[in-house]
């Protein structure tokens, strides 16, 4: 069964890190650029940030420019969202997807996960 599952999702303060992680079954991670989208909730969904197949990350959201790092572990078949400094703002389902391009388009992702559920909050 061909699936990418999110996990890493938590409750934390402003400020603090977490990690996400988008692990793949069914089929190898490292034929496919992969990005990451977040939901905030009452709003759309947005692009953040896409690495490609050769490790190249390309923002699609300049807040989380310099805070959002990702890197993908082909032996493990999965790619890492470290998001640092986080605010509020932050707040949203995050969702991976697989595809054969970056784009900041959801939909053009032929392979999605569930999402995970960040919230930043004292």
């Known amino acids: 069964q061909v699936q990418l599952v999110e996990s890493g999702g938590d409750l934390v303060q402003p400020g603090g890190s977490l990690r996400l992680s988008c692990a793949a079954s069914?089929?190898?991670?490292?034929?496919?650029?992969i990005a990451w989208f977040r939901q905030a909730p009452g709003k759309e969904r947005e692009g953040a940030l896409c690495?490609?197949?050769?490790?190249?990350?390309?923002y699609y959201t300049n807040s989380v420019k310099g805070r959002f790092t990702v890197s993908r572990d082909n032996a493990k078949n999965t790619v890492y969202l470290q998001m640092n400094s986080l605010k509020p703002e932050d707040t949203a389902d995050y969702y991976c997807?697989?595809?054969?391009?970056?784009?900041?388009?959801?939909?053009?992702?032929?392979?999605r996960g569930q999402g995970t559920q960040v919230t930043v909050s004292s």
């Open positions: 997807a697989a595809g054969p391009v970056c784009v900041g388009f959801y939909d053009r992702y032929n392979i």
């Open positions: 069914g089929f190898t991670l490292d034929d496919y650029n």
């Open positions: 690495i490609t197949k050769s490790g190249l990350t390309l």
